[in-house]
């Protein structure tokens, strides 16, 4: 429990916010930062918006193409890791082994597999494996896993559930790249 707390109480973890401005603001590191717009009409379809927290990093916005621009605010923001977690489901169509899975369902026909060779995918029941690339030209890809999945565990029907789940960070400077845990 935290200092100070009661039980009962809720514990909230810290919450972090990215803030962008039209014009510069002047604020010393580590000040507490307090802004609000209340100016708006309230019958107004706008946001009225009030906050307080402390100043953790800066974003210094020196000319063309830094933080004021789109490509500048990438590249300046890029020190922050924002991500958003994705997530692909697919399904086992037939083991050709106990070491190998031809599955579908989680990728187009032309979807670049590429992109999604060697990243791990899970079971239903936890089994990890990892993409081994295309079969036939369908959509279709294989699976191999590192650990023998025995008969009796490839016809449960929770082993033929596969998900990848992976992040995609808001200021990658390759828009297209995905990363799982272990690449982090």
């Avoid at 810290?14 to 309230?42: C, H, M, N, W």
Wanted: glycine residues 8%; charged residues 25%.
């Amino acid at each position: 429990a935290a200092a100070g707390s009661k039980p009962g109480d809720v514990v909230v973890p810290p919450q972090y916010a990215l803030l962008t401005f039209d014009q510069p603001v002047t604020a010393p590191e580590k000040s507490l930062l307090i802004g609000a717009r209340l100016d708006a009409d309230i019958h107004q379809n706008s946001c009225r918006l009030a906050f307080h927290g402390k100043l953790i990093d800066l974003v210094y916005a020196t000319g063309p193409g830094d933080a004021g621009s789109s490509s500048g605010a990438a590249s300046a923001c890029s020190k922050f890791r924002i991500y958003k977690n994705k997530e692909r489901n697919g399904v086992v169509e037939r083991w050709t082994n106990e070491y190998e899975a031809v599955c579908k369902g989680m990728f187009k026909k032309e979807t670049d597999m590429t992109l999604f060779q060697n990243m791990e995918v899970k079971t239903g029941t936890g089994i990890v494996g990892v993409i081994a690339g295309t079969f036939g030209k369908s959509g279709k890809f294989k699976v191999s896993f590192r650990t023998a999945v025995p008969k009796e565990e490839q016809s449960k029907p929770d082993s033929n559930r596969l998900t990848m789940s992976f992040r995609k960070y808001v200021f990658d400077s390759d828009k297209h790249a995905m990363r799982q845990e272990s690449d982090n």
